[in-house]
């Protein structure tokens, strides 16, 4: 599968985007997906995740109750709502899916098999 992430842009402290992910060759539902991204000088860190139903999700403490994220099968892509954006939210943000069958939503990049470009979100106080 190959994975487009998009979405990013500038935005001011308090502000809304939506990054998109989208899959080709192959149905996204097929995966867990997640989202990390990377801050000048930092590793790289778990954000989001969602299981192949859409049912369970999980999101990093930093990012609980401003970001959600979602999947519409139908367009083969997983959206990334980001609320309320603050300065510290300022990196690259990538999209990431793995095919095998963990029972819960893995936070570990090295679990992760697929991985798009990323799109880079930027927060100006």
Excluded: H
């Amino acid at each position: 599968v190959q994975l487009q992430a998009s979405g990013g842009g500038l935005v001011q402290a308090g502000g809304s985007l939506r990054l998109s992910c989208t899959a080709s060759g192959r149905t996204i539902n097929s995966y867990i997906t997640g989202w990390f991204r990377q801050a000048p000088g930092k590793e790289r860190e778990f954000v989001a995740g969602i299981m192949r139903t859409g049912v369970r999700k999980d999101y990093s403490d930093s990012v609980k109750g401003r970001f959600t994220i979602s999947r519409v099968n139908a367009e083969n892509t997983v959206y990334l709502q980001m609320n309320s954006l603050k300065p510290e939210d300022t990196a690259v943000y990538y999209c990431a899916s793995t095919i095998r069958p963990y029972g819960q939503i893995p936070t570990s990049r090295t679990t992760y098999d697929f991985w798009g470009q990323g799109t880079l979100v930027t927060v100006s106080s």
